[in-house]
């Protein structure tokens, strides 16, 4: 019981199996060849935990000729990277914050655990 609730911590899954990041957040990544990065989630990919986020995992990959993209060439592409990978930056106090919850009336609000603010 006590090992399982511990394994859910680690794997940053809220109580109800949520992700404690959501898109438009910023995050700062703390392993990977773009450590120190900070970029706004685009997308979450819950099926394999991992997040899209602009500026950051970036791979050149050649494209063929297309609509959009006449030429061909090189193309920057933003590879998806594991959640447990970035770590949410607070906006109000602008450093890598931990993630509680609190539950205020009937509503459960994420809040930084260092300014105690909502984020
Ligand atoms: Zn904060």
Do not use: W
């Amino acid at each position: 019981m006590l090992k399982k609730e511990r394994f859910c911590q680690d794997r940053l899954f809220g109580e109800r199996g949520g992700m404690k990041i959501k898109t438009k957040d910023t995050v700062i990544v703390n392993k990977g060849k773009d450590v120190g990065k900070t970029g706004r989630v685009e997308k979450l990919i819950l099926k394999n935990q991992r997040v899209v986020v602009s500026g950051v995992n970036i791979y050149k990959k050649h494209g063929r000729p297309t609509k959009k993209n006449p030429k061909g060439g090189i193309i920057d592409v933003t590879m998806p990277i594991r959640i447990e990978n970035v770590t949410l930056v607070c906006p109000h106090c602008s450093k890598p914050a931990r993630v509680g919850y609190k539950i205020n009336k009937d509503n459960k609000i994420r809040v930084c655990k260092k300014c105690g603010d909502q984020v």
